[in-house]
């Protein structure tokens, strides 16, 4: 027997015969049950599910009648039962074609091309019509209907992708057109669509369907097309002869996002359409999940599709609010096709809770917008996230909030997505002004804290003493974490009876308090759970008191310990199966906020030496960092002998793996530089500051002012002028990108003076340099060129050939925005005439000397000099700088008449910049 819901409601016998199934109301209560086959409906939610939340007071009886008439049309296959508090129906997934249906489309990921297709064409073959078209409940067509829509379309494009992979496209396009029909505006179903008439050679319908699309999102949503839908165009285009059709796609310009050079800061910004991806950002589900029914049912309550689809979820430290939270989020994330994002935001763990500014910046990354797209303005960044969430169906879990400021900006309105909240505090104000729906995680009962044991112990040693373990769970109050801190240790030693460790809880009374429901502190436990752990994992686990920001690595430990790497890792494995710390990531690892508190307390004595060794592992990682990403300039500090070198630093073999290292370690870096400056580690806080300069150029858009004031109150602290003018000269840099110019130049004029203090006349070229780009940038020109033209002097009587034609660089690229181009080009050939005009920094000369001459007058020579460019930047693996050799090319050819040879490096300077769209955001 089989039920079908993939159109009309339908119940089919095993000959095929359709079973009467009665009215629409009996349709809806069997839709409902199905849909959650094999799972207990409560009978509140089915009466809401069926009469639309608005039940008749002869609902329930109605509902017991419908109940009963089923049973009788199901063989021995399907049954119906009745369990508290509600009905479950009983049947293998293969017996409902929506079950059916997604298990197909998941096997076909994991399959073979063949195979994959096979599978997906018989999911799709599954759908008989709208999902649930007789279903007289508006909440199920609502919710389910909508959520299987997208999974037939999802399934619609992976055919598509098959097919089109095995050069058999032209079997696709009949799906793909029927569903691009019922959604004009879903663009990977029109990008589909045109690689299958472009794979069949039928390009005039491809190019017709992009301009027809392209008007609808304009029309509609007031956007361009996205740069997957414009490579496609732009490929067709590429295939085309000439003619009316070739024209060229509408984009958004990218400039980009790294520094220009290694010492200066990054080109100007201009926005990009976002590429539209799928975050999965859910860390992994706690081990050991136990119970929890009541609560999952009241999730999915809240986030029901006709509810405001906020759930918060409170509940005192350790009681297992996240592993809630993250167990729903996990069985439901298919009910989200637009993927997850997850925030921590610090709420109790010590630290400043997190800005939800920064929470924004970071999720409106995780969807495809650009680094350096991404509005300063937390107004304008918020506006843009909700726009964007507007357009998505996504689930966004917000962990460890501490009021409901925080989390009010984060939340959507409408569109689809919904929103889990955690927090140790009944946020009010949610649930007065935003409709949260109020989810409380309490203890667990005996019940639920037994089977915790049995999981972690085995059913037969339980067995042997029931009712030790019942006091086991009577004196850790039921709370998760004490409890699985016991069961850690009863299983690392399994001759202990549960008897001795109940015994030895009820010995130690003060700590025993601190299992109570009043207060909620487990430092007991944890003292507990410590004290069992062997030598090394003690060590590591004090560690964790000097660990400054969310997570850290095995590198990290070992160097605040000063044990092998080996080691750190192994006991990092120990703390983690005792639950003390997660692996949120591979090789990444976070603690407990209560965990962190505690370990503070367990290792106040050696906290300042071990501090001291993290503090030099960043700052040698760091160092090593900064030489290989600019390995020509000058080092930034010196590396003294009372410096700490660690026995094992991270692998970083090239500028890619550099960059990647900086932004894993964001955080770390920027929390590591404010402890220093508190615990006076003055000379360590400094040097770190500078050293991260490569972050900061990077990701210019961020507002790197408090960081870098750290760092200067730590330079001043060290009472050493050089460190001072340094990171003052950092801090004005940062000052400018920031956009308050005004601001940076009396700390670039207090670096300017120091420098001359010194002697040092790097540091004044450096210092003139960014003093020059704080002028241009509030249009005192003059004043700008004078410095830039003193920076160019200084650097060549002291033979620092890069730095000076880095000025002479910033020079041109000044009078060529002043539509000056003789006196920019002047510049740029006296640059180009240095020995230190090599490697990134002749890329940037070549391609600005090119512009001035190709703008004077003289393209040939442009031509000839931005190839040269274009062959130094292809080199260098500067991408960056290719792309802009590239526009410039294409500028000049145009000029020359040869327009097909000029569209071929645009398209080539576009393809470019979806790479860099596309990856990490990396300059290089």
Known sequence: MRLLLLGPSELRSDSGDSVPLGGARRRAVLAALALNLNRVVPVERLLDLVWDEAPPPSAKAALQG?????????????????????????????????????????????????????????????????????????????????????????????????????????????????????????????????????????????????????ELLKADLGVVPGPQLQAVFT??????????????????????????????????????????????????????????????????????????????????????????????????????????LFADLHGFDGSTPVDPSLVISGFLSALGVPQHSIPEDPAAAQALYRSMLAQRRLLILLDDARESAQVRPLLTAGGGSSTIVTSRLRLDGLLALDGAALVPVGLLDEEDGLALLRAALGNDRIAREPEAASELIRLCSGLPLALRITSARLSAHPRWSLRSVADELGDEQQRLAALSIEDADITAALALSVRALDEEAQAVFAALSVVPGSDFTAHAIAAACRIPLATSRRALGVLASAHLIEERSVGRYSCHDLVHLFSREYAAEGR???????????????????????????????????????????????????????????????????????????????????????????????????????GLRAARAARDPRAETRVANLLGWATVEAGRAEDAIPLLERSRELAVGTGDDCDLAQALINLGLAHAACGTYENAVAVYEEAARVSEDIRDYGTAALALHHMARLYLEQDLPDRALIHAERARLMPGARGLMEVLLCDVQGVALCRTGDPWAALQLLEEGLVAARTEKFVAGEM????????????????????EKRHAAERLRGRIEEGAQDPL
Not at 252 to 271: D, M, N, W, Y
Not at 304 to 325: E, F, M, R, Y
Not at 673 to 698: Q, S
């Open 66 to 214: 419908h109940v009963a008439t089923l049973r009788s049309c199901f063989d021995d296959t399907i049954t119906l039962v009745t369990k508290a508090p509600g009905y479950a129906l009983m049947a293998d997934r293969t017996q409902v074609d929506v079950h059916h249906m997604q298990d197909l489309v998941a096997a076909s990921q994991e399959a073979s091309d063949e195979e994959g297709i096979r599978l997906l064409d018989s999911a799709l073959g599954l759908w008989r019509g709208p999902t649930l078209e007789d279903c007289e409940s508006e909440s199920l067509r609502g919710g389910a209907g909508t959520r299987l829509e997208q999974t037939r379309l999802h399934a619609v494009e992976l055919l598509g992708e098959r097919l089109l992979r095995t050069g058999r496209g032209k079997l696709a396009v009949a799906r793909l057109a029927e569903a691009v029909e019922e959604n004009p505006l879903r663009e990977s179903l029109v990008r589909l669509l045109m690689l299958c008439h472009q794979q069949e050679g039928r390009q005039s319908e491809a190019l017709h369907l992009y301009h027809a699309t392209r």
């Open 608 to 710: 300042g030496d071990r501090l001291r060794g993290l503090l030099d592992f960043y700052v040698h990682t760091a160092y090593a960092a900064s030489r290989i990403y600019d390995p020509s300039g000058r080092p930034c500090c010196d590396l003294p002998e009372w410096c700490e070198r660690p026995e094992a630093v991270p692998r970083l073999d090239d500028r890619r793996a550099v960059l990647h290292w900086y932004a894993t370690e964001s955080g770390n870096l920027c929390a590591a530089i404010e402890a220093a400056t508190r615990a006076g580690e003055a000379d360590r806080a400094w040097r770190l500051t500078v050293l991260v300069w490569p972050l900061l150029t990077w990701q210019s858009h961020r507002n790197w002012i408090p960081v870098v004031t750290h």
């Open 884 to 903: 802009s050799v590239l526009e410039h090319l294409a500028e000049v050819l145009e000029r020359l008449g040869l327009r097909a040879e000029a569209e």
């Open 235 to 340: 490929d067709l285009l590429g295939r085309m002869p000439p003619g009316p059709e070739r024209r060229p796609p509408t984009v958004v310009p990218l400039q980009p996002t790294g520094p220009e050079s290694p010492r200066s800061g990054p080109a100007p910004r201009t926005p990009s359409a976002p590429v539209r991806v799928h975050p999965a950002q859910l860390p992994r589900t706690p081990a050991g999940f136990i119970g929890r029914e009541d609560e999952f049912r009241s999730v999915e309550r809240a986030l029901a599709p006709d509810s405001a689809g906020l759930a918060l979820v409170v509940g005192q430290a350790g009681v297992g609010k996240t592993s809630l939270a993250l167990r729903w989020a996990h069985a439901h994330a298919g009910d989200y096709p637009d993927g997850q």
